[in-house]
């Protein structure tokens, strides 16, 4: 395919120089900590498979506090006390990717400018007394998996997709009306925030009231890594002065929420654990649901924002991508040779029935993962890649550079969704090759709600809309702090109807741009 030429250049640089001259496990600092990087398959086998007794994770103070108090961090070895609270599912559930995105991302950019270590195979150095601490957290219970098993079931995919259909159509139409070019990057944020809010926690939040509450949330999310030093004018009293904003905001939502139950046609996430709780025999308290909705909110905002805009550029960029994608839809009777867009809504048994699709949303989250890797506290020394790993140091395996220089994948900077087709199958030796969602144990809990929003963006997007690039050449991408284009990715929507499916000329020039 013409496509395949373009490849990739992400602002990964870097990471991967040193990477090539101290090899696949080599230690560095964080904020003046020692911190051993881990890259390959085998090793992350190894740190993934070695949850709970040769490595485990833990949350900075500041996010512990503007999390607030009912968030996993707290609840850290209260595993086996029967306080720990329901709640705590959905702490996980956000602190998850509280951690995971911005965390990670962050600390990788400080770990950039902190730089400053040689590769030590013996690590003879002093081990500093408790780790760093990064995440990630919660101890995911017997009964607490019960519950998210509940969350993330087939059946509640199901129950789901018609909302996201409809949030998803609702946004595109506001896009392709839109007189000028949109910021995708943007768009994505305030469209996760918005599949939080109205499909997972079921909130009927008025846009305006919406839209404020979203800028509000933006300042808590810009906050929640800050110094916790609270002074006027701090970050983090920033981050404490909108996080009690937003739990006023979401306090309103729940009370009408729980007061107004009658008419619901499904079950949401929010509802999951209210009844799950009762369940259990607990009940929760406001603030408990206030903490837990709050995180919820985080844990399905940032990663999903990440690989939309990376999906759109992606197609963008690929249109013979794209027009393949259409033809699978075309010929499951989704899209209309005309390009008129599919009637009704999608059904589960039809996203899986859709195998290029599949293959596209792989092949972006591949290539562009939003989560660089997952942080771990060393609980036992332990031996990796013939070098001793200390008790109490702290590890991180790189999912991004373990992608990148997977044996597995064929040319691995090129963007070649097939590489997942039957044919070629390249993910299909050895698991942890590819792992966008982290694994083990702590393997992300929302991937399949995650997939699922990715995939019905791309079915609406193939079939109702026609975008183009409204810059002259596509933007870089950073990394910090999650993966997205620098200045959001400028893009100018239509309805379909405006065009038949064709690839502009102007779009095939600019294949030659470089990210
Ligand atoms: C494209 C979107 C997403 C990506 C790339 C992603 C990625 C990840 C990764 C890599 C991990 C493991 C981190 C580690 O090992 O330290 C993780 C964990 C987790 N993710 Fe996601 N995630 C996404 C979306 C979501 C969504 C939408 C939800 C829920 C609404 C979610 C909930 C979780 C939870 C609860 C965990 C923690 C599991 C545990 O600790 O037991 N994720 N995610």
Known sequence: MKNKTYVRACGSGFQSSRREKYGNVFKT?????????????????????????????????????????????????????????????????????VSVTLLLAV?????????????????KLPIPKGSMGFPLIGETGHWLLQVFSKIFSHEALESYLPKIQLVIQDTLRAWSSHPEAINVYQEAQKLTFRMAIRVLLGFSIPEEDLGHLFEVYQQFVENVFSLPVDLPFSGYRRGIQARQTLQKGLEK????????????????????????????GKEMTMQELKDGTLELIFAAYATTASA?????????????????????????????????????????????????LDCVIKEVMRLFTPVSGGYRTVLQTFELDGFQIPKGWSVMYSIRDTHDTAPVFKDVNV???????????????????????????RTCLGKHLAKLFLKVLAVELASTSRFELATRTFPRITLVPVLH????????????????????PETEAMLSATV
């Not at 990376?310 to 197609?315: D, E, F, H, K, Y």
């Not at 839809?329 to 290029?356: F, I, M, N, Q």
């Not at 097939?418 to 144990?441: C, M, N, T, W």
């Open 29 to 97: 600092h964080l904020l003046g900590r020692p911190l051993i990087r881990v890259t390959g398959a085998e090793n992350v086998r190894k740190i993934l498979m070695g949850e709970h007794h040769l490595v485990s994770t833990e949350w900075p103070r500041s996010t512990r506090m503007l999390l607030g108090p009912n968030t996993v961090s707290n609840s850290i070895g209260d595993i086996h006390r029967n306080k720990r609270k329901l709640v705590s599912a959905l702490a996980t559930l956000a602190a998850c990717l």
């Open 107 to 123: 600390s990788q950019q400080l770990w950039q400018l902190r730089w400053a270590a040689t590769r030590d195979k013996s690590c």
């Open 253 to 280: 939502a729940i009370r009408e929420k729980l007061q107004c139950t009658q008419g619901k046609d499904y079950s949401d996430a929010l509802d999951i654990l209210i009844e799950s709780s009762k369940e259990h």
């Open 308 to 356: 939309s805009t990376s999906l759109i550029m992606q197609l963008l960029k690929h249109p013979a991508v794209l027009e393949k994608l259409r033809e699978e839809l075309r010929a499951k009777g989704l899209l209309h040779s005309g390009g008129c867009p599919c009637e009704g809504t999608l059904r589960l048994d039809t996203l899986s029935g859709l195998h290029y």
């Open 415 to 441: 963007f070649d969704p097939d590489r997942f087709g039957q044919a070629r199958s390249e993910d299909k030796d050895g698991r942890f090759h590819y792992l966008p969602f982290g694994g083990g144990v």
């Open 485 to 504: 284009p620098v200045d959001g990715l400028s893009v100018k929507f239509f309805g379909l109807d405006s065009n038949q499916n064709k690839i502009l």
